[in-house]
């Protein structure tokens, strides 16, 4: 009785023995194998986003140095002016002509508490971003289905705590006014509008980018897209916190 001999479908060499299975292929620059073992139903995702999302960074910290610069040159002259001592001709003798800024300091930490509470928000908007990027391909496999998640907006009440905040300083200036300290009112006086000014703009800078963030979610834009947004500004955001209580500290040594 004839023998059945099972049919094998794999190549054979010259020789007709079997060649081995392919276990591994080229590295095509995305971390995958050139597509041999990789599944059809895998999103090929074409953009480095790693690789972005660090040179983001990289940019962000090139950034930061000439407005860390910036506050230092002011903090630098604000001092030296504090401690300068002009001639007096009736007198005939030097006196301090500096003025110290009664600041309201209730109004200044209500702010501060709001800028903090912003950097936490802030950050959860962060890792919820990049929790969804991480499951992002898991999605897109048919037939997997995580549920429908009830994601937080932390991004829109950071801006809109952000904006709060920018309202408080305005309020600040305004209390500041009415007390008899003006931006020409007086060399301390004009500092403490400079450096509350200066971290103000490039606050409205970051609420911009919450701003664009927000947009980018409604229109659906591409998740690592977003979360590069996201953690550039979030990083942003938390240098303009720390900037914002290093400027509060300054003042609460030199304005007296």
């Known amino acids: 009785m004839p023998r059945l001999t099972p049919f094998s479908t794999r190549p054979s060499g010259h ?48 950034a930061m140095t000439p407005i860390v610069m910036l506050f230092i040159s002011f903090t630098a002259v604000y001092l030296i002016r504090r401690g300068f001592l002009s001639f007096d001709l009736s007198n005939m003798a030097y006196i301090r002509a500096w003025v110290p800024v009664r600041l309201p300091w209730a109004l200044l930490l209500t702010n501060t508490a709001v800028l903090i509470a912003s950097s936490i928000t802030i950050n959860l908007a962060r890792r919820e971003i990049t929790r969804e990027a ?15 998640e009830r994601r937080f907006p932390w991004l829109v009440l950071t801006t809109a705590l952000g904006l709060l905040f920018l309202a408080g300083q305005l309020f600040v200036w305004s209390v ?39 947009v980018a979610a409604v229109l659906h834009r591409p998740v690592e897209t ?19 209580i290093y400027i509060l500290v300054l003042f609460s040594f030199a304005a007296q």
């Open 15 to 62: 020789n007709g023995a079997s060649l081995p299975p392919r276990t591994g292929g080229g590295d095509d620059g995305r971390g995958r194998d050139g597509g041999d073992n990789m599944p059809d139903f895998i999103p090929n995702f074409m953009p480095n986003y790693g690789e972005r999302l660090r040179r983001a960074r990289l940019g962000l910290a090139v």
């Open 226 to 244: 977003r979360r590069i947004v996201v953690d550039i500004t979030s990083w942003y955001w938390h240098c303009m916190t720390g900037l914002w």
């Open 176 to 214: 500041l006014s009415s007390a008899g300290f003006h931006l020409a009112g007086g060399t301390s006086s004009s500092f403490v509008y400079i450096l509350t000014a200066m971290h103000g703009l490039h606050l409205a800078g970051g609420v911009l980018a919450l701003m664009f963030a927000n």
């Open 134 to 148: 991480a499951l992002a391909p898991i999605q897109s496999i048919p037939g997997i289905s995580l549920g429908d």
